[in-house]
């Protein structure tokens, strides 16, 4: 069943990758199928069944979402990257490499910084504070 379930995926996501050209397909050395036509790519875990998308926008971020729900961003002009993940309360976390943290729930929020400053967004209120 596991190994039908797989098959289906890939074919299924080779077909979206692909777009209107071919997909190249390769299984890296740790056994992970990737195809990727130059603009987007789908990678399939096949120890977890983890599928994982990753498409750069025209801006030259890459982004990357798997199929837990997980996405994650590079900003190549910066180099920083940043990965969210929403809880079952809806409450997305978000992580920079460099030290910021962000938790967000319909347009409010709590961000700190890596030099310790915490922004608060609410309904009625927004500011900032140094620690």
Known sequence: MKTSMQAVLMTALIVVASGASAA???KNARGKTVCSNGEKAVMVNPNTGTVTTAEKNPGGVTTMQN????????????GNAAVAQTNQNGVTTTKTARGGEAKTKN????????NGKTCAKGVNNAGCTKQ
């Open 107 to 114: 347009g409010m929020g709590v961000v700190t910084g890596p």
């Open 24 to 26: 190249d397909c390769v």
């Open 67 to 78: 199929s837990n729900g997980t996405k994650a961003a590079v900003n190549p002009r910066t």
